[in-house]
């Protein structure tokens, strides 16, 4: 199990290196295969930091990549 996990986190880094610095929320979704509602969810509660401008989500690439390094530790 252990390496299913690793394949996905290496997959995921794969997929996020070809985004730009700065994700928007449907880019987070692909990334981490994840829904709208989930994502909103990670963001609203600081799990993944990130800024909004006007109505709209920023999210560092950095801040994302932080985040899924911790898959690697579970």
Known sequence: ?????????????????????ILRVEELCEVLG???NA???LLNEGTIPAF??????????DAVKK??????IC
């Open 1 to 21: 199990m252990n390496k299913m996990v690793k394949n996905k986190w290496e997959a995921t880094v794969m997929i996020l290196e070809q985004y730009s610095d």
């Open 52 to 61: 909004r401008i006007g109505r709209r989500w920023k999210i560092p690439k």
């Open 67 to 72: 985040y899924i390094s911790q898959w690697k």
């Open 34 to 36: 994840i829904g709208a």
């Open 39 to 41: 994502a909103y969810q």
